[in-house]
């Protein structure tokens, strides 16, 4: 029993510092691209990492079904908006740090 707490709270913990890690990304990349890129895959797996967490501490079937569902969606929704803010970025002419050095060496 004290195992399944131990993993859980290193789950915990590890989960959290991919979300910390994915908010440094946000603050010091140069771009959007770049930021969703941080937020997206830092994000995802911090969530499923306390999710994990979670459900080891879980008392029952339907609790880890229910961070299951939670983790699914907010999955889900955050790819979506990931999805649309680049779309919009692009949309707006705002160029990947990448493009923006090759234009100015064409030049």
Do not use: N
């Amino acid at each position: 029993m004290i195992i399944f707490e131990l993993v859980a709270a290193l789950a915990i913990m590890a989960g959290a510092g991919f979300f910390i890690a994915g908010t440094v990304g946000l603050v010091r990349f140069p771009d959007t691209f770049c930021r969703l890129h941080a937020l997206t895959k830092a994000d995802g797996l911090g969530l499923a990492l306390i999710c994990l967490g979670a459900a080891l501490l879980a008392g029952s079937a339907g609790e880890i079904a229910r961070l299951v569902l939670i983790w699914l969606l907010v999955a889900l929704s955050a790819a979506t908006c990931a999805h649309l803010v680049a779309r919009h970025a692009r949309a707006d002419g705002q160029a990947h740090r990448e493009d923006t050095s090759q234009r100015e060496t064409r030049r």
